[in-house]
């Protein structure tokens, strides 16, 4: 009974994430802040696609979290801050940056020439998100700093795989459903993570259908909101390991593309187009290619055009080069 009760309301509390993110979509597409040009980007395609999708997600965790039944105080409040924190540095630089930097190492090798990018101070602000919803979710001073770290750490990786359609998508319900059922396993685990499940459940289509990506702002709000639940639910020492994948998938994707080792896995490369357009699929409403013709790269691949703060490192097979 007790674990049906649970069930009952981690549903619940995904219900209502998913039906404010659609929410926050609608409202938000139909009168964009800045006007539609500002959050439009070129897809892989060279068709049009709005960021719009990122800031619904972070405003439909920041909502389901203050909302959702069953949630601790202080899991709601780490739950809203990592939402909060994460989608608006994200968001500034959906908005604000060159994309000329990536990576820590562009970014920490900017500093050390005196640069300051809108990237790291994207990763300062996602670093001090993580310290406040790991403030709020309490604990002694090495859980603090453990959920700091996976927290911010969260928020950082899921937007390295927001580099196609659906693909940061599949990851939050990838990870987040399996650690939602060991919480409802668990006497007195609220399921928060049916927070970013559920808003991120609902935006699939969208992301799917190349009609709107996460951007930074839905990825590191995403990634921050699954890392904050795993912080108010897990013991230490799994949290501990969560966080050294996170830490070695992060130093791998510096030297590795994960686009090239999911396309070489079978399982994964079905799992990564299962929803998806064909690559020779034109859109319903496709608009003409608005970015120049990508320039070759020496050895006559083209160069990689940029989204998202991401540039691939592999050309996918399509017609034209992707652009994360």
Known sequence: MAYARRAASAAATAVIAAAAARAAYTSLTRKPPGGA??????????????????????????????????????????????AAG???????DDIAGSGDKRGFRGHLGALAHGEITTGAIKLGGIGATGLAAAALTGGPATDVAVNTALVAGAANLLNLFDLRPGRAIKVVLAAGLPL???????????CAVAVPVGAAAALLPEDLGE??????????????????????????RRRVTMLAGIVGLTAASEVVSFTKVIRRTPPLHWLDMLGRRPAHAAGPAAAPRRAPAAPSAPDGQPVMAEMNGHADREPANLATPPSP
């Open 180 to 190: 939602g059922l060991s919480q409802l396993t668990r006497p007195g685990r609220a």
């Open 211 to 236: 009609r709107a990506m996460l951007g930074d702002a839905g990825a590191n709000a995403l990634g921050a909101m699954l890392g904050a639940a795993a912080a108010g639910r897990l013991s230490r």
């Open 86 to 92: 994460a989608g608006a540095f994200g968001g500034y």
């Open 37 to 82: 040009t500002q959050w439009t980007r070129t897809n892989h395609r060279g068709e049009p696609v709005t960021l719009l999708e990122g800031p619904a997600a972070a405003v439909a965790g920041v909502a389901a979290a203050l909302t959702a039944p069953g949630l601790p105080a202080r899991t709601r409040a780490a739950l809203a801050a990592a």
